[in-house]
């Protein structure tokens, strides 16, 4: 078995897509997923499973909660190796303290086109961001809600997303044999062209 790391995007947010956790367990476990363990409310998972894509099994996932529940979620699927390659790579290891400042953007796939220069003009003179890959980290130390390049980043980068701050990034890791010290990566403002 291998564990994995479900990231639902705009479940139980705002009153809409309600799916109680214990309901998503229930999906999960149907479709022969094990050790099923829900972090908050807003549809963060760790699971075992039968080693497969996560490509496939994020489509069978959201298929069933359609099937179930009337809506298919997005879901951005990783292995314990590619969440502890994301914590590992923070360019911010300083903005660790304030974890509540540094978000992982998780993306449907490495952005084909995005758009560096929109990016740049929306960015705040304290924002940092890097995309490396299908991740885009975001360093707000003014807050993320007050953030214009946050609210634009999934029409900038032209790809589906889900967001998490730094926190809860930690503590999906955790959860299996991610239990990483932090990151010492020397950080570099603006962005990184991967």
Same mark, same amino acid.
């Given at each position: ?8 995007? @705009? ?58 529940? @009337? ?17 590992? @790579? ?105």
């Amino acid at each position: 078995m291998k564990t994995y790391i479900a990231l639902f995007r @705009g479940i139980n947010v705002g009153g809409n897509n309600k799916l109680p956790m214990k309901e998503l367990a229930a999906v999960l476990e149907g479709i022969g997923l094990r050790s099923v363990e829900i972090y908050i409310q807003s549809g963060n998972v760790v699971f075992q499973g039968k080693p497969v894509d996560p490509a496939l099994l994020s489509k069978r996932i959201g298929a069933a909660i359609g099937k179930s529940h @009337g809506f298919e979620s997005w879901v951005r699927l990783l292995d314990m190796p590619m969440l502890e390659q994301v914590i590992r @790579g923070n360019p911010y290891p300083e903005a660790e303290a304030v974890p509540g400042t540094l978000y992982v953007n998780f993306l449907a796939s490495v952005p084909p086109r995005p758009n560096f220069d929109g990016l740049e003009k929306l960015r705040a003179v304290s924002e940092r961001f890097q995309l490396a890959g299908d991740v885009l980290y975001l360093h707000a130390p003014d807050g993320i809600g007050r953030s214009r390049l946050a609210a634009a980043l999934e029409r900038l980068l032209g790809v589906p997303m889900t967001s998490r701050n730094w926190n809860t990034v930690r503590k999906l890791g955790g959860h299996g044999v991610c239990r990483l010290a932090p990151a010492r990566i020397v950080s570099r403002t603006g962005l990184f062209r991967a």
